[in-house]
Nanobody
Framework: VQLQASGGGLVQAGGSLRLSCAAS????????MGWYRQAPGKQRELVAD???????NYADSVKGRFTISRDNAKNTVFLQMNSLKPEDTAVYYC????????????WGQGTLVTVSS
């Protein structure tokens, strides 16, 4: 199983980006999928996650600006990021809990988001 993240880049403050993460391989089922980020010198933190049923959870710092969604048919999770701030600059990682009886957590390779002031 692999998670392939894409969509990062350089954007000015106030701009928008959309991240995508597609899971591929031998997948029986996917539970929670989410996005985490890690800024230089800081610990990795949860940005948002979403269950297979569509229930969402957001970090306080991104509520009202970011929207997480998923396409279960395509095993893909998205993160729409609006009103970006310089403090959103980080490497963004997608995460998925995959499997039936035996669930394994997989991480994508990370995609860099840089927000300039």
């Amino acid at each position: 199983v692999q998670l392939q993240a894409s969509g990062g880049g350089l954007v000015q403050a106030g701009g928008s980006l959309r991240l995508s993460c597609a899971a591929s391989g031998s997948i029986s089922s996917i539970g929670v999928m989410g996005w985490y980020r890690q800024a230089p010198g800081k610990q990795r933190e949860l940005v948002a996650d979403i269950t297979s049923g569509g229930s969402t959870n957001y970090a306080d710092s991104v509520k009202g600006r970011f929207t997480i969604s998923r396409d279960n048919a395509k095993n893909t999770v998205f993160l729409q990021m609006n009103s970006l701030k310089p403090e959103d600059t980080a490497v963004y990682y997608c995460r998925g809990v995959i499997g039936g009886f035996l669930k394994i957590t997989y991480w994508g390779q990370g995609t860099l988001v840089t927000v300039s002031s």
